[in-house]
Protein backbone atom coordinates (compact mmCIF):
# COMPACT_ATOMS: atom_id res chain seq x y z
CA UNK A 1 0.00 0.00 0.00
CA UNK A 2 1.08 3.83 -0.49
CA UNK A 3 2.13 5.94 2.20
CA UNK A 4 3.53 8.92 2.61
CA UNK A 5 6.06 10.12 5.37
CA UNK A 6 6.96 13.41 5.83
CA UNK A 7 9.92 13.33 8.28
CA UNK A 8 9.68 16.42 10.31
CA UNK A 9 6.28 17.67 12.10
CA UNK A 10 7.53 21.13 13.13
CA UNK A 11 9.83 23.34 11.43
CA UNK A 12 11.09 26.46 13.19
CA UNK A 13 13.36 29.34 10.72
CA UNK A 14 14.01 32.82 11.14
CA UNK A 15 12.92 34.85 8.43
CA UNK A 16 15.13 35.18 5.41
CA UNK A 17 16.32 31.42 5.95
CA UNK A 18 16.21 28.29 3.77
CA UNK A 19 13.81 26.28 4.40
CA UNK A 20 13.68 22.50 3.00
CA UNK A 21 10.55 20.34 4.32
CA UNK A 22 11.12 16.19 3.61
CA UNK A 23 8.61 13.79 2.38
CA UNK A 24 9.50 10.21 1.23
CA UNK A 25 6.75 8.28 -0.39
CA UNK A 26 6.50 4.13 -1.17
CA UNK A 27 4.61 2.98 -3.60
CA UNK A 28 5.15 0.12 -6.67
CA UNK A 29 3.75 1.97 -9.60
CA UNK A 30 4.40 5.52 -10.88
CA UNK A 31 3.26 8.38 -9.18
CA UNK A 32 1.85 11.82 -9.47
CA UNK A 33 3.24 13.92 -6.18
CA UNK A 34 1.97 17.21 -4.77
CA UNK A 35 2.80 19.98 -2.16
CA UNK A 36 -0.12 21.29 -0.10
CA UNK A 37 -0.51 24.20 2.17
CA UNK A 38 -3.05 24.81 5.00
CA UNK A 39 -3.33 28.34 6.62
CA UNK A 40 -4.93 28.43 9.92
CA UNK A 41 -8.67 27.95 9.50
CA UNK A 42 -8.16 27.41 5.89
CA UNK A 43 -8.72 24.53 3.07
CA UNK A 44 -5.96 23.24 1.21
CA UNK A 45 -3.88 25.16 -1.42
CA UNK A 46 -1.75 23.26 -4.10
CA UNK A 47 1.70 24.68 -3.96
CA UNK A 48 2.90 22.46 -6.82
CA UNK A 49 2.68 19.07 -8.41
CA UNK A 50 5.01 16.67 -10.26
CA UNK A 51 3.15 14.45 -12.94
CA UNK A 52 5.95 14.00 -15.46
CA UNK A 53 8.78 15.75 -17.16
CA UNK A 54 11.28 17.79 -15.63
CA UNK A 55 12.23 16.49 -11.64
CA UNK A 56 12.59 19.92 -10.96
CA UNK A 57 9.53 21.42 -10.17
CA UNK A 58 8.59 25.20 -9.20
CA UNK A 59 5.61 26.29 -7.53
CA UNK A 60 3.50 29.25 -6.38
CA UNK A 61 4.98 31.87 -3.86
CA UNK A 62 8.91 30.72 -4.66
CA UNK A 63 8.46 27.30 -3.84
CA UNK A 64 9.97 24.63 -5.80
CA UNK A 65 10.57 20.90 -5.00
CA UNK A 66 12.48 17.78 -6.55
CA UNK A 67 11.20 14.47 -7.60
CA UNK A 68 14.29 11.92 -6.97
CA UNK A 69 13.01 8.27 -8.24
CA UNK A 70 15.11 6.81 -6.65
CA UNK A 71 15.04 7.66 -3.39
CA UNK A 72 11.73 8.05 -3.27
CA UNK A 73 11.60 11.40 -2.00
CA UNK A 74 9.76 15.00 -2.94
CA UNK A 75 11.42 17.23 -1.17
CA UNK A 76 9.81 21.37 -1.03
CA UNK A 77 12.25 23.94 -0.75
CA UNK A 78 12.31 27.74 -0.68
CA UNK A 79 15.60 29.96 -0.69
CA UNK A 80 14.18 32.79 1.54
CA UNK A 81 10.95 32.07 3.95
CA UNK A 82 8.79 35.33 4.94
CA UNK A 83 6.40 35.19 8.30
CA UNK A 84 3.67 34.91 5.68
CA UNK A 85 4.92 31.26 5.20
CA UNK A 86 4.11 29.89 8.61
CA UNK A 87 1.24 26.99 7.92
CA UNK A 88 1.02 23.72 7.74
CA UNK A 89 2.35 21.89 4.39
CA UNK A 90 1.16 18.46 2.91
CA UNK A 91 3.02 16.31 0.60
CA UNK A 92 0.75 14.03 -0.80
CA UNK A 93 1.06 10.83 -4.05
CA UNK A 94 -1.45 9.77 -6.30
CA UNK A 95 -1.21 6.84 -8.58
CA UNK A 96 -2.46 8.15 -11.34
CA UNK A 97 -5.56 8.82 -13.24
CA UNK A 98 -7.24 5.14 -12.28
CA UNK A 99 -7.37 6.93 -8.62
CA UNK A 100 -9.21 9.59 -9.46
CA UNK A 101 -9.04 12.59 -7.07
CA UNK A 102 -7.86 10.12 -4.39
CA UNK A 103 -4.61 11.48 -2.75
CA UNK A 104 -2.76 9.94 0.09
CA UNK A 105 -1.25 12.92 2.38
CA UNK A 106 1.58 12.65 4.92
CA UNK A 107 1.08 13.32 8.58
CA UNK A 108 1.76 17.27 7.95
CA UNK A 109 4.71 19.59 8.81
CA UNK A 110 4.13 22.84 10.64
CA UNK A 111 6.60 25.14 9.44
CA UNK A 112 6.93 28.23 12.04
CA UNK A 113 8.70 31.28 10.65
CA UNK A 114 9.53 33.81 13.28
CA UNK A 115 11.05 37.14 12.98
CA UNK B 1 -15.14 33.13 -9.41
CA UNK B 2 -16.16 32.04 -6.34
CA UNK B 3 -14.51 29.43 -4.42
CA UNK B 4 -15.46 25.94 -2.94
CA UNK B 5 -18.31 26.59 -0.52
CA UNK B 6 -18.90 24.26 2.34
CA UNK B 7 -22.24 24.49 4.65
CA UNK B 8 -22.31 24.59 7.72
CA UNK B 9 -18.96 25.85 8.91
CA UNK B 10 -19.37 24.38 12.55
CA UNK B 11 -21.64 21.54 13.63
CA UNK B 12 -21.87 19.82 16.97
CA UNK B 13 -23.93 16.30 17.20
CA UNK B 14 -24.41 13.99 19.99
CA UNK B 15 -23.62 10.25 19.38
CA UNK B 16 -26.26 8.52 17.52
CA UNK B 17 -27.28 11.17 15.82
CA UNK B 18 -26.97 11.68 11.83
CA UNK B 19 -25.29 15.07 10.35
CA UNK B 20 -25.39 16.20 6.41
CA UNK B 21 -23.04 18.37 5.08
CA UNK B 22 -23.23 19.98 1.77
CA UNK B 23 -20.27 21.16 -0.98
CA UNK B 24 -21.24 23.55 -3.44
CA UNK B 25 -17.92 23.48 -5.92
CA UNK B 26 -16.57 26.17 -8.59
CA UNK B 27 -18.79 27.03 -11.16
CA UNK B 28 -18.25 24.47 -14.04
CA UNK B 29 -16.25 21.84 -11.73
CA UNK B 30 -18.22 18.45 -11.78
CA UNK B 31 -15.93 16.91 -9.93
CA UNK B 32 -16.28 16.80 -6.30
CA UNK B 33 -13.84 15.22 -3.51
CA UNK B 34 -14.58 14.83 0.16
CA UNK B 35 -11.58 14.41 2.84
CA UNK B 36 -11.93 13.73 6.67
CA UNK B 37 -8.68 15.63 8.66
CA UNK B 38 -8.13 14.40 12.26
CA UNK B 39 -5.57 15.20 14.13
CA UNK B 40 -3.97 11.47 14.71
CA UNK B 41 -5.18 10.25 10.95
CA UNK B 42 -4.39 13.44 9.21
CA UNK B 43 -6.42 13.81 5.92
CA UNK B 44 -8.25 10.49 4.30
CA UNK B 45 -9.99 10.86 1.35
CA UNK B 46 -13.72 9.46 1.55
CA UNK B 47 -15.24 9.72 -1.88
CA UNK B 48 -15.27 11.38 -5.24
CA UNK B 49 -18.00 12.30 -7.88
CA UNK B 50 -18.22 13.00 -10.99
CA UNK B 51 -21.19 13.67 -12.88
CA UNK B 52 -23.30 12.49 -10.00
CA UNK B 53 -21.70 8.77 -9.93
CA UNK B 54 -18.90 7.77 -7.37
CA UNK B 55 -16.10 7.37 -9.07
CA UNK B 56 -13.84 6.28 -6.09
CA UNK B 57 -14.29 5.47 -2.27
CA UNK B 58 -12.19 5.66 0.40
CA UNK B 59 -11.76 2.97 3.23
CA UNK B 60 -14.67 3.66 5.08
CA UNK B 61 -17.69 2.10 6.73
CA UNK B 62 -21.11 2.52 5.20
CA UNK B 63 -22.15 4.81 7.45
CA UNK B 64 -20.62 7.31 5.56
CA UNK B 65 -22.20 8.34 2.15
CA UNK B 66 -22.49 10.68 0.17
CA UNK B 67 -24.45 12.26 -3.34
CA UNK B 68 -23.98 14.39 -5.83
CA UNK B 69 -26.64 16.67 -7.99
CA UNK B 70 -27.33 17.22 -11.26
CA UNK B 71 -25.77 20.91 -10.98
CA UNK B 72 -22.55 18.99 -9.29
CA UNK B 73 -23.42 20.11 -5.84
CA UNK B 74 -22.65 17.56 -3.13
CA UNK B 75 -23.73 16.16 0.32
CA UNK B 76 -22.28 13.81 2.46
CA UNK B 77 -24.38 11.76 4.90
CA UNK B 78 -22.62 10.38 8.35
CA UNK B 79 -24.98 8.11 9.86
CA UNK B 80 -24.96 7.00 13.72
CA UNK B 81 -22.49 9.50 14.66
CA UNK B 82 -19.63 7.92 17.01
CA UNK B 83 -17.24 10.02 19.16
CA UNK B 84 -14.19 9.40 16.56
CA UNK B 85 -16.04 11.29 13.83
CA UNK B 86 -15.52 14.35 15.39
CA UNK B 87 -13.19 15.89 12.46
CA UNK B 88 -12.92 19.00 9.84
CA UNK B 89 -14.57 17.73 6.64
CA UNK B 90 -13.60 18.86 3.61
CA UNK B 91 -14.45 19.26 0.06
CA UNK B 92 -12.69 19.89 -3.22
CA UNK B 93 -13.71 20.42 -6.31
CA UNK B 94 -11.71 19.91 -9.91
CA UNK B 95 -13.12 20.79 -13.19
CA UNK B 96 -11.98 16.44 -14.40
CA UNK B 97 -12.29 14.08 -12.72
CA UNK B 98 -8.16 12.95 -12.26
CA UNK B 99 -5.47 14.27 -9.80
CA UNK B 100 -3.66 15.63 -13.05
CA UNK B 101 -6.32 18.96 -12.50
CA UNK B 102 -6.28 21.25 -9.65
CA UNK B 103 -8.31 20.36 -6.60
CA UNK B 104 -9.73 23.71 -4.88
CA UNK B 105 -10.38 22.66 -1.22
CA UNK B 106 -13.13 24.73 0.35
CA UNK B 107 -12.49 26.05 4.40
CA UNK B 108 -14.30 22.89 5.76
CA UNK B 109 -16.79 21.34 8.01
CA UNK B 110 -15.61 21.12 11.44
CA UNK B 111 -17.88 18.54 13.27
CA UNK B 112 -17.50 17.81 16.93
CA UNK B 113 -19.74 15.10 18.64
CA UNK B 114 -20.25 14.83 22.19
Not at chain 1, 26 to 53: A, D
Not at chain 2, 62 to 91: I, K, P
Amino acid sequence: AQSVTQLDSQVPVFEEAPVELRCNYSSSVSVYLFWYVQYPNQGLQLLLKYLSGSTLVKGINGFEAEFNKSQTSFHLRKPSVHISDTAEYFCAVSEGDQAGTALIFGKGTTLSVSS
Amino acid sequence: KAGVTQTPRYLIKTRGQQVTLSCSPISGHRSVSWYQQTPGQGLQFLFEYFSETQRNKGNFPGRFSGRQFSNSRSEMNVSTLELGDSALYLCASSATSGVTGELFFGEGSRLTVL
